[in-house]
């Protein structure tokens, strides 16, 4: 099996709210990630996908965070290193690219300072070889002229063309991890398709892990080998690709991608989940999905059902198994 | 689809908007983005008729043309059967209880300093005579038609979800009984589960209120969903026009084919051959001569650089403005 690049245990994130009150984002997440396979981290808004991401890179602000658990980075524990040691993970082992390239870019910076600005900071070449390496880099990810684009401005760039930038300088210190947080979320379709593209060749390439956090189940399908879903801030599925869009074992999977319309399969209705995601400082008792679960009895309002393995490397946290659900609503 | 009859209830002929950028030494503008361009189409009572495009395409824009929130430099748009792009506002606005709008922001489409009842009741005071009574009453009723609890209606947006806040876009449009519902984007801000939700409330509207919509959006999986008719814009021109599973099913322009095979599909046993297309959109201030996809069309000729293509009828509704419509990628 591929070395382990990260894995997170048990991670719980909490913020302040106010003076004394916390409010819990995330809680008891558990996931590897190894090398040169794409793992897809999926949710709707507010699942917490991001403030796991930020977890894993300790960008959330200390003063108002409190993170527990275990963050094992390139064989570091994360949490436990000191903000200079964090400094120099992030790059050399761990990068990431963001959902709205053109406001992660610097505006008034031009872009080969931007660059060289990530390799200086975490190599010692000399300025030369800093143009080189950024010259190589923006080759790499398709930028047709690169040396008259270190020039440019952010603003001078398209949104796929400023996302190109982003992986370029994510991977300028050839980073064995990479975390893409909705990296195509804003961009049209057809860029998007050229992004994956880009993504896929890195990760064959250069063999990096990929955590890929989307809310778009086509993404997922399109270039991840494994997927981890989650809800209100749980884990509730894990399971390798094909295995969750054939097999989806939790209602929340179950519902989540036959509510997705399809190309090629057009439908006259679309399932829908009925409700919406709870309030995160109000949190139901018990199972967190059962208020719009159909299948939900009176033990899933009292449990919060624990993560089992169901299949080798199938997880889910529900206390029936689809079989069970089946003949308890047909009962009813 | 229920009772289509022959004659189109909106219908809109070359009309091309330019807005002024950049100005000259003296003040007058000397550069234009090219927003729409000569576009054309009818929308027949009762049918969804979609615009589908990418960013900065022109769709946005053609549908505030149609309810003059912007005017056309050029070009006609006829509204059950009058001519409706040149009327002087005062003769314009009460057209405007017949053609409603849905935005793409439910955040920001409502004012967060009214209460939802009065929001929902806001048509029926410019549009109609009916007392404050009967405004209420007509507002919890309609909360109860988007699936909300007429209780609702004390509260303020800011206590709702995206979907809930759609809903009472939905139920603001509806009020003045509208025969055009022109949606804007009008799922695209909501999460999966939810925007299954809403379209399928827009789809039983329509039935029970016999509404046409004209439906803007950049999700061609939604717009399968929904239209009985998909216009694809590119760069400020429609390139092919198309009854729904005619589009999907045989997709003659070399730009909806590509974007079609661009959507990810959520099943990982279809792996999609991708046109990758080269390159990004042009610039709508410097369209590019000839056919406007000819700078990132695989199958572009020297006649397609220097010559404008005119729209191909190739079937019953369907046009294609390609100089090889028979050609695929």
């Known amino acids: 099996m591929a070395e382990t690049l990260l894995e997170v245990k048990d991670l719980t994130t909490q913020f302040k709210r106010g003076k004394k009150d916390w409010i819990t984002a995330v809680s008891g997440v558990s996931f590897q990630v190894r090398a040169g396979e794409i793992v897809g981290l999926v949710g709707e808004s507010g699942c917490g996908k991001s403030v796991t991401s930020l977890s894993v890179m300790r960008l959330h602000s200390k003063d108002t965070t409190r993170i527990s658990g275990d963050i094992v980075l390139g064989g570091k524990h994360v949490l436990d290193l ?40 975490h190599t010692d070449l000399s300025k030369d070889e800093v143009h080189k390496r950024s010259v ?37 210190c050839e980073p064995k991890l990479l975390i893409a947080d909705e990296p195509t979320t804003a961009l049209d379709v057809t860029i998007q398709a050229q992004i994956l593209a880009l993504m896929e060749q890195i990760r064959r390439e250069r063999n990096t892990g990929i955590l890929l956090i989307t809310h778009d189940l086509g ?32 209602p929340y999977t179950q519902g989540l991608i036959a509510s997705v319309p399809r190309l090629g399969r057009r439908v006259h209705r679309l399932p829908s989940i009925p409700g919406s995601v709870p309030d995160l400082a109000a949190m139901p008792d018990g199972c967190r999905f059962a208020p719009r679960c159909k299948y939900a009895q009176e033990e899933c309002r009292a449990t919060d059902p624990a993560l089992v393995k169901i299949a080798d490397d199938h997880t889910c946290s529900c206390l029936f198994s689809e079989k069970e659900r089946e003949e308890m609503l047909a009962h009813e | 689809m229920s009772n289509v009859k022959s004659e189109p209830l909106l219908s809109v002929r ?11 030494f003296f003040g007058r503008a000397n550069k234009f983005v090219h927003a729409v361009n000569d576009v054309s189409f009818d929308v027949m009572p009762g049918e969804t008729f979609s615009i589908v495009g990418e960013s900065g395409c022109g769709k946005s824009t053609t549908s505030r043309l149609i309810n003059r929130l912007i ?77 909300l609890s007429p209780t609702h209606g004390e509260r303020y947006p800011h206590e ?114 991708h046109i990758l297309l080269q390159g990004d959109l042009p610039s709508p201030t410097n369209i590019p001569a000839g056919c406007p996809f000819h700078t990132r069309c695989p199958l572009a000729t020297e006649k397609c650089k220097t010559e404008t293509p005119k729209p191909h009828t190739v079937g019953e509704r369907h046009t294609v403005t390609c100089h090889y419509p028979e050609k695929t990628v």
């Open chain 1, 219 to 250: 993404v997922v399908a399109e270039i991840c080998s494994r997927v981890i879903v989650m809800y209100a801030g749980h884990v509730v599925e894990e399971a390798p690709v094909d295995e969750l869009f054939k097999h989806p074992q939790h």
């Open chain 2, 14 to 24: 070359h009309v091309s908007k330019r807005f002024p950028v950049g100005k000259s």
């Open chain 2, 71 to 147: 005017d056309p430099n050029e070009g006609e748009v006829y509204f059950d059967g009058q001519e409706i792009s040149k009327l002087p506002a005062k003769e314009f606005r009460p057209l405007r209880a017949k053609m409603q709008m849905v935005f793409q922001d439910p955040y920001g489409s409502l004012n967060p300093r009214m209460k939802v009842q009065d929001i929902i009741a806001e048509p029926l005071l410019v549009h109609t005579n009916l007392s404050a009574g009967e405004r209420l009453k007509r507002a919890q009723e309609l909360l109860g038609v988007v699936g």
């Open chain 1, 82 to 121: 000191s903000d200079k040691e964090m400094q120099s993970m992030r790059g050399n082992d761990v990068s990431m690219i963001f959902q709205e390239p053109m406001s992660a870019l610097d505006p008034i910076m031009r872009i080969g300072d931007q660059l060289a600005e990530a390799i200086t900071l």
């Open chain 1, 136 to 172: 190589a880099m923006l080759k790499s990810v398709g930028i047709p002229e690169p040396e008259m684009t270190l020039k440019n401005y952010p603003h001078e760039l398209s949104g796929g063309m400023c996302q190109r930038v982003m992986i370029a300088m994510a991977m300028s």
């Open chain 2, 160 to 273: 709702f979800s995206g979907g809930q806040r759609q809903r009472i876009g939905i139920a603001r449009a509806l009020s003045v009984n509208p025969k055009l519902i022109i949606a804007d984007e009008p799922v695209s801000a909501l999460d999966v589960s939810i925007q299954a939700q809403v379209l399928n409330l827009l789809r039983d509207l329509q039935e029970e209120y016999d509404l046409t919509y004209l439906f803007i959006s950049h999700d061609l999986a939604v717009v399968e969903m929904i239209s009985d008719v998909v216009a694809v814009m590119y760069l400020g021109h429609i390139v092919e026009i198309a009854p729904n599973e005619e589009l999907y099913g045989h997709p003659s322009h070399p730009y909806t084919q590509a974007l079609l095979s661009a959507v990810p599909v959520p099943d990982p046993d279809v792996k999609k051959e």
